[in-house]
């Protein structure tokens, strides 16, 4: 496991993790693109996404009410910007909105699976695009945050 966590002289905050996985590149692909793999893995340990939903195409939608264990919600809206089975997934997310429903939190995430033999390499880079100092927090937790969601991808993967 590899992570880099950037923050540039902009204040832009990006972050790249870096994952071998012992299954194939398509499996792993799906894992990020079928509804009900995504909800299975996505979020930090002991959070579940009682609705997922991702239309897996250019302009698609993604939703995810990602609920912690105190049944705190998180909803998360998305878009996908580009998706290259099985490998390459760009999306836009969107969370903790503002007290008139503007999003607080705007993230551009871009997901590579490369194929190495009977594993893949999943890199994923996560760029802040705008954070409001409210959810200082969530910045604080989303390497952490991050690196669980990637650990319960594996363990959902790599059980097949």
């Known amino acids: 496991m590899v992570t880099n966590l950037v923050i540039h002289e902009s204040s832009k905050i990006e972050l790249v993790l870096t994952r071998i996985y012992h299954a194939p590149r398509a499996l792993l692909f799906k894992a990020w693109t079928d509804s009900r793999l995504l909800s299975k893995w996505w979020g930090p340990k002991d959070f579940t996404n009682p609705i997922c939903i991702i239309d897996p195409y250019r302009g698609g939608l993604?939703?995810?009410?990602?609920?912690?264990?105190?049944?705190?919600?998180?909803?998360?809206?998305?878009?996908?910007?580009?998706?290259?089975?099985?490998?390459?997934l760009v999306f836009a997310t969107t969370g903790f909105e503002?007290?008139?429903?503007?999003?607080?939190?705007?993230?551009?995430?871009?997901?590579?699976?490369?194929?190495?033999?009977?594993?893949?390499?999943?890199?994923?880079h996560v760029?802040?695009?705008?954070?409001?100092?409210?959810?200082?927090?969530a910045?604080?937790?989303?390497?952490?945050?991050?690196?669980?969601?990637?650990?319960?991808?594996g363990n959902q993967v790599e059980s097949k």
């Open 127 to 137: 760029v802040v695009v705008k954070a409001g100092p409210e959810i200082k927090f």
């Open 98 to 124: 503002d007290e008139i429903g503007r999003p607080l939190l705007q993230v551009l995430n871009t997901v590579s699976f490369a194929g190495l033999k009977r594993k893949t390499k999943l890199t994923l």
């Open 139 to 153: 910045l604080d937790g989303m390497d952490e945050g991050w690196n669980q969601s990637l650990d319960r991808l």
């Open 62 to 88: 993604l939703f995810i009410n990602m609920t912690a264990p105190d049944g705190t919600q998180y909803p998360t809206n998305g878009v996908i910007h580009e998706i290259s089975p099985p490998d390459r």
